[in-house]
């Protein structure tokens, strides 16, 4: 019976371990998966962008200003808009506050 390593079925930057009837790919950092693909291209990040690193689980992301979350910027942050301002900074809309007092009902834009 020959070795499944002996084709060289695993990328070049990867190991090709032998199993019991099988052959496993052992990945480098930033790897994934049988046939170790590169974690970024699965696009684990899911508001943000994707980098590369040498270290950890072999990528970071890059979270857009209003996105944040342990690891995929999974969350929207509500970014509440400034004094005397009214609306929702996170999707770019706030405005100046023009009510009388006592009659918060009417803003406008």
Do not use: W
Not at 13 to 40: A, I, L, M, N, W
């Amino acid at each position: 019976i020959g070795s499944h390593c002996s084709s060289n079925p695993c990328p070049d930057y990867s190991t090709c371990q032998e199993e019991f009837d099988s052959y496993k790919c052992t990945c480098p950092v930033g790897y994934v998966g049988k046939h170790c693909v590169r974690v970024c291209s699965l696009k684990p990040c899911r508001h943000g962008k994707c980098e590369s690193t040498n270290h950890g689980k072999g990528f970071r992301c890059v979270c857009p200003q209003q996105y944040t979350g342990k690891e995929f910027c999974e969350v929207r942050m509500e970014v509440p808009c400034r004094d005397k301002y009214f609306g929702a900074s996170s999707i770019g809309v706030c405005g100046p506050c023009k009510c009388e007092v006592g009659n918060e009902s009417e803003f406008s834009l």
